[in-house]
């Protein structure tokens, strides 16, 4: 079965709570179930996690290569400022599908910039927790039909 990893990264345990006029009332958990569903239509198997430290990022990366068929990625604000998580992905080879609930190039000029996007597939971003459905269906077809 082919096998994807969703992983977020700082304050985005927060959601529901954290800005919501910017992120949403959604919280991360509902975003998973969204997501677990979505995957099973779709017939993947989903791993879904969230950690606030660059290491165990970079650690569950590393531990996807040989395991998962591809990468859903919302690095929250490590996006922006991140060089080791672009070398982890870089290293895994691993498909990666970027993420934002936010349009992040309508806001700060500092979340223009995204380390992640020259080695993504693509980035999705400014549909809320749909961001995330959209990733899947990108990611998806990607694995299956190589688009
Ligand atoms: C975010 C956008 C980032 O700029 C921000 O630091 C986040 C969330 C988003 O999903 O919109 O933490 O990744």
Known sequence: MTSVLVLNGPNLNLLGTRQP??????T???IETQC???????????DFMQSNHEGVLID?????RGVQDGLILNAGALTHTSVA??????SVELPVVEVHLSNIHA???????SHIAPIALGQICGFGPQSYIL????????LKSGI
């Open 107 to 113: 806001r700060e000029p500092f979340r223009h910039v």
């Open 28 to 30: 991360l958990p509902m």
């Open 21 to 26: 006029e910017v992120y949403g009332r959604t």
């Open 85 to 90: 998580i672009r070398d982890a992905l870089s």
């Open 135 to 142: 990733a899947l269906d990108a990611l998806n077809g990607h």
């Open 36 to 46: 677990r569903a979505h995957a099973d239509s779709l017939g993947l198997a989903l």
């Open 60 to 64: 569950t990366i590393h531990a996807a």
